[in-house]
């Protein structure tokens, strides 16, 4: 359930893009499941906005990070981890 959540809040993210993040190029996008027969999980994707996202995790818990472009131009990281006690963000 908590790969749902990543996922919804990634496609989220994108869809609340600008006017010009319209035309944007995806780069990259790999989704592998089911790793370990026991749930564990990778998800990477990039877009040539400079909006990129990985994620890997399990039934019990998951990590990534998330770039967005900043006002400045420059990327802001944002790292995360989600488990049984909620969505834990950092922003670097």
Sequence with gaps: MLK????FAMLLVLASCIEDD????????ENRQNLDGAGKFQHEIEVSNGISAKAQGNVNGI???Y???GEDGKPVRVTYTADANGFHPQIN
């Design 67 to 69: 770039f967005l472009p």
């Design 22 to 29: 319209r035309e944007a190029q995806l780069l990259k996008l």
């Design 63 to 65: 990590q990534g990070e």
């Design 4 to 7: 749902y959540a990543v996922i």
